[in-house]
């Protein structure tokens, strides 16, 4: 089945891996940039490219309504490309507002469109303090201070538009953390590490594979669990794109 896709996202780290999975998967894929520099590199990698910021929620209806989509996904963060501690606090700071304000706009554009399906990124190292591997039934961090309150509270906010903003079916897909082309790291951390092609296979097969709920998306580690991701996702952590 062929849908018609709302990449939020598009040109970021899982945006650039996951534009070509869902076009050669058949989806049309419409997909954003902040940046018109941007466009014709979502071109090349099959996505029909629109520029618009997600604080502009006028112009993001807009968009997400001319382009009729089935389902949304959401690959929206403001990370410095190196994750460079100096700049972390302010860019701390600046997704949170995405995952809030952002999401929030992205899902009345969605409900406005009549989207049947919003898709979004979470993390998987915010749960509380307890028992591991983390179940995606554990509660995350809400009184974590400082930094990680910020994000924490963000994630929060996030993952409730997804999931309680009916009639749209929200999915979360927690990642682990990212290695692997256009991240930070070429290699595997020793928390959840997560390959970026892996994360954006869990996101195109999140648009029917599933039900709405939350999904782990890591590799086999001691921290978090992930076998509701292979087992009812029918995802695995191995999946490369062609080099
Ligand atoms: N789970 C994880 O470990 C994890 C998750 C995410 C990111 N990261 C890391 O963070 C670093 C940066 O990653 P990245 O390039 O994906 O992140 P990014 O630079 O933060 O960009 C992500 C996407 O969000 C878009 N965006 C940001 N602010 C926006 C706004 N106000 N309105 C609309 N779109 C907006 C960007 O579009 P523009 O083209 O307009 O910039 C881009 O498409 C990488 O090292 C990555 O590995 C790690």
Known sequence: ???????????????????????SAGHYV???????????????LGADPVVVDVFDATALTHAVTSARPDVVIHQLTDLPKDLDPREMGAAIIRT??????????????????????LVAQSIAWAYA???????????????????????????IALEDLTLKSPPLEGVVL???QLYGPGTASDWPSDYAPIQVDAAAYAALLAVDRCDPGIYNIAQSNRHVRTEKARVELGWTPDFRLPA
């Open 1 to 23: 089945m062929s849908y018609r896709i709302f990449l939020a996202g598009a040109s970021g780290a899982i945006g650039r891996r996951l534009t070509p999975l869902l076009h």
């Open 30 to 44: 419409c997909g954003t940039t902040r940046s018109k520099m941007k466009a014709d590199t979502l071109r090349s």
């Open 96 to 117: 949170a507002r995405i995952r809030g304000e952002g999401t929030r706009n992205l899902v009345r554009a969605a409900i406005a469109a009549g989207a049947r399906r």
């Open 129 to 155: 303090p307890g028992a591991e591997p983390h179940a995606e039934t554990d509660p995350l961090d809400a009184g974590a201070e400082g930094d990680s309150g910020v994000n924490v509270r963000g994630l």
């Open 174 to 176: 927690r990642y682990g």
